[in-house]
């Protein structure tokens, strides 16, 4: 009896809590590795709102109560040395599905990028996912722990006016110790151009799509639990200085399996310390 209880919220946990919203994918997109002792620290304000979830074959279905998450994620990047720069995220959260609200800090990433190819932008990312959000209260990915590797390029077309970057990648979560599900392998890509609309102020336009395999609970593998995501994301950047700056980025669902219709906005401010 036991072990259906446990699958059974496996698969309520699965369809419900899965949010678009991806910090790392996000907030560490970008291809640039800063000169040598550059320290710098940034935030990010996300509102996202969904009244309906996709289900396993795609139709949208409505939620009993609108959902809403705030976050709030932090981060910083430090280069110690040349074309390797270090990253922490730390993102604070408050999740409300229409009946609860619980707030608090959701999963830690720490990682680093690497520039292969610092002139062309090739650098490849790895990240560790310190799994510190409550997964029961809906705080952390799904999973407990994980390991991420991406790779990502940018390249202009256009010199100082119009450009283009791609990210790919790979991510492995284990299983949580308290809800005791494990997603499958996730894989995920971005595409996006941007347009220099006048000096030190930009235009981008982008697809982001995150998958994720069918998952197990307590180690029984779950049918038609695979995870898939697809959004369109529009944003306008500036430069307010070569030590300040910040970007507003509006986030729409085009269509996904077993996840929320996400709908929201992302405000970033970054500052270069040294």
């Known amino acids: 009896m036991k072990k259906v209880t446990v699958l059974l919220l496996a698969l309520m946990f699965v369809s419900s809590s899965v949010l678009a919203f991806d910090d790392l994918i996000t907030i560490e997109s970008y ?6 002792g550059s320290l710098s620290f940034g935030g990010n304000l996300a509102f996202f709102t969904a009244g309906d979830k996709y289900d396993k074959d795609s139709e949208k279905q409505s ?8 976050r709030i994620p932090l981060h910083a990047r430090y ?12 993102p604070i959260l408050s999740m409300d599905d229409g009946m609860d609200t619980e707030s608090g800090i959701g999963d830690v990433w720490i990682g680093a990028k690497y520039g292969i190819m610092p002139e062309g932008f090739l650098t490849v990312r790895a990240a560790l996912n310190l ?29 100082d006016k119009f450009g283009a970057r791609v990210q790919a990648g790979i991510r ?3 299983e949580d110790s308290d809800t005791k599900w494990q997603p499958g392998i996730g894989v995920y890509a971005t595409a996006g151009v941007g347009y220099v609309l006048m000096e030190q102020t930009w235009l981008t336009g982008g697809i982001e799509i995150m998958t994720y395999g069918e998952g ?3 180690g029984t593998d779950m049918d038609d639990s695979n995870v898939m995501d697809l959004d369109l994301q529009i944003g306008l950047g500036r430069t307010i200085s070569e030590m300040l700056g910040g970007s507003i980025m509006l986030e729409v669902p085009l269509t996904g399996t077993m996840t929320k219709a996400d709908m929201g906005v992302m405000v970033s401010v970054w500052y270069m310390v040294q």
């Not at 291809?31 to 040598?36: A, G, M, R, S």
């Not at 510190?132 to 952390?140: A, I, V, W, Y």
């Open 31 to 36: 291809p640039v590795i800063h000169e040598l």
């Open 63 to 70: 939620l009993a109560d609108d959902a809403t998450n705030l």
């Open 79 to 90: 280069t110690p040395m040349e074309n390797l720069e270090a990253f922490a995220i730390i």
């Open 131 to 159: 799994g510190t959000g409550d997964d029961e209260k809906g705080l952390g990915n799904a999973g407990g722990f994980g390991l991420d590797v991406g790779v990502i390029h940018q390249k202009m077309i256009i010199e």
């Open 172 to 174: 492995w979560m284990a």
């Open 216 to 218: 197990s609970a307590d």
